[in-house]
């Protein structure tokens, strides 16, 4: 079994930052590519950054300059930094992560329960 765990969400002001964190736990063999997706309401899921074990980082057009993707390869951990939040930021955001398990002998996708920001005055 494998987890993803989130945290860091909450509600902050337009212009303000937050710090999301998302630790993976379970029967690890090795992870690979980890990311962030976000989904705001009556609207799909996007991909928000991603960060490679090599720490080469992707990010969307909306985000580029004001997010920053980080991990931590010894403890199976990613961070997202979001600085100069913007109230269209406002969504669920989710933890991705592609894992080699022991378990099930295969690489896969696995998700973390997401966490909500809000971004409002």
């Known amino acids: 079994q494998v987890q993803l765990v989130e945290s860091g969400g909450g509600l902050v002001q337009p212009g303000g930052s937050l710090r999301l964190s998302c630790a993976a736990s379970?029967?690890?063999?090795?992870?690979?590519?980890m990311g962030w997706y976000r989904q705001a309401p009556g609207k799909q899921r996007e991909l928000v950054a991603t960060?490679?074990?090599?720490?080469?980082?992707n990010y969307a057009d909306s985000v580029q300059g004001r997010f920053t993707a980080s991990r931590d390869n010894a403890k199976n951990t990613v961070y997202l930094q979001m600085n100069n939040l913007k109230p269209e930021d406002t969504a669920v955001y989710y933890c991705?992560?592609?894992?080699?398990?022991?378990?099930?002998?295969?690489?896969?996708?696995?998700w973390g329960q997401g966490t909500q920001v809000t971004v409002s005055s």
């Open positions: 960060i490679t074990t090599g720490l080469s980082t």
């Open positions: 379970g029967s690890i063999v090795s992870v690979y590519v």
């Open positions: 991705n992560a592609r894992i080699y398990s022991w378990r099930t002998a295969t690489a896969q996708d696995y």
